[in-house]
């Protein structure tokens, strides 16, 4: 631990209390829009859809504007502010467009910084140590999402789930928002500004290219993968209590506070696209158990989600810092590829759900991660055989 960087540990406190606002209220988000506001599944997929857009393709535009014009710590500061003040005023809306609305902006926030942290993330890490720098940063991350899930435990167990308390959860996200916020502030230094020399508005590298070309998998992946609020919905639907919702979360999140810094390690030595491999697996192990509709193997599904969430993040982000040259535009096209296909995704699964029943939309989930996972794992095995025979051949 004592190679990482501090302002790469500032980073993840940073982290730590934003995620703790947002897992007080992502369990129950749906719960709030679905029993509470009486909206349908098929709504649900266009709250989900709407904001995983904005949150990601965002990231484009300020990957570009931090390698261009070297701003980086405003974008990050700016985005935690939006996120910080977005989240509590869900607690007065009355209908799923203004829910929408506010988890579009607290996405925009997100999107807002995103691609920037990476950039200062991969910008203070030591040499050869992106992976042990973006795992530790997704440690402290989780720990926060682990905490606001307890957190939101707490509330329900002893304050019930009625909907004054519910609304009571967001608007308490508040406190934890300007912590993080206030330290972002006065604990983080920002890079120092150059100005890309180049004079086109966006240019890749080859080397850019080669970092991208395996992401695509991801992509793919992305439009079959359940989204949270879909875990969440399923699992009400084979019977599993509100008030337990919250710990279906910490096991994910718990998942992934314990590996984070491990698999971060795993993809110093042997490599990220092996460890994408592995989360891929991971994913169609979650989207099976979820298939099999039952309150145990729902509990299971979450262990696995929580694997897939962590390994993929971490090798998707480190494999970009090893491999790129415009990390902050490699950043920024990685996160637009999963907002055109996370929220094609969401949308699709809710119209399925709503019509066609959850069945249906299991099976369109299974079907699809697993035909993408082995499409990738062909793909990753025969890149290592191609390079295996050039290297004994120059032999």
Same mark, same amino acid.
């Given at each position: ?88 005023? %869900?607690? !007065?809306?009355?209908?799923?467009? #203004? +829910?929408?609305? /506010?988890?579009?902006?607290?996405? @925009?926030? =997100?999107? $807002? ?55 009571? %959860?967001? !608007?308490?996200?508040?406190?934890? #928002? +300007?912590?993080? /916020?206030?330290?972002?502030?006065? @604990?983080? =230094?920002? $890079? ?204």
């Amino acid at each position: 631990m004592k190679t990482i960087d501090k302002n790469v540990v500032m980073l993840g406190w940073v982290s730590f209390f934003t995620d703790m606002a947002s897992a007080m209220i992502n369990p129950i988000l749906p719960i709030f829009v679905i029993t509470i506001l009486h909206e349908g599944m098929d709504k649900l997929g266009v709250i989900v859809a709407v904001a995983t857009f904005v949150s990601y393709a965002l990231r484009l535009v300020s990957g570009y504007v931090s390698d261009r014009y070297g701003i980086v710590k405003p974008l990050v500061v700016s985005g935690y502010a939006l996120s910080a003040i977005s989240k509590p005023l %869900i607690g !007065f809306t009355n209908g799923y467009i #203004g +829910v929408a609305i /506010l988890r579009a902006l607290e996405r @925009f926030g =997100k999107g $807002l910084r995103s691609a920037p942290k990476d950039l200062m993330i991969a910008h203070f890490s030591k040499k050869n140590g992106s992976g042990r720098s973006f795992g530790f940063h997704k440690t402290l991350d989780i720990g926060g999402e682990l905490s606001g899930t307890l957190i939101l435990l707490g509330i329900l167990y002893f304050w019930g789930e009625s909907e004054e308390v519910i609304r009571n %959860i967001f !608007f308490a996200t508040l406190i934890p #928002g +300007v912590i993080g /916020l206030f330290i972002i502030i006065m @604990f983080v =230094k920002d $890079l120092s500004r150059k100005k890309s020399k180049s004079k086109k508005r966006f240019f890749l590298s080859k080397q850019d290219r080669s970092a991208l070309l395996p992401l695509f998998f991801y992509f793919f992946f992305l439009l079959f993968v359940f989204n949270d609020a879909f875990f969440t919905m399923q699992a009400k639907d084979v019977g599993i209590s509100t008030i337990f919702i919250p710990l279906l979360f910490i096991v994910s999140a718990g998942v992934q506070t314990f590996t984070s810094y491990l698999f971060g390690v795993l993809i110093d030595r042997i490599g990220a696209e092996w460890i994408l491999a592995f989360a891929y697996l991971c994913g169609v192990a979650a989207q099976g158990l979820l298939y099999l509709q039952k309150p145990l193997y729902t509990w299971f599904s979450y262990l696995f989600l929580g694997l897939f969430t962590v390994a993929s993040l971490n090798a998707n982000r480190s494999l970009i810092a090893q491999r790129a040259d415009n990390r902050g535009s490699v950043y920024g096209i990685f996160y637009a590829s999963v907002a055109i296909f996370g929220a094609a995704g969401a949308y699709i699964s809710g119209i399925i759900w709503e019509h066609f029943g959850i069945a249906s939309a299991l099976l369109y989930g299974l079907a699809g991660t697993a035909v993408t996972a082995l499409l990738s794992l062909l793909f990753f095995f025969s890149r290592r055989l191609r390079t295996d025979i050039g290297v004994n051949g120059s032999g």
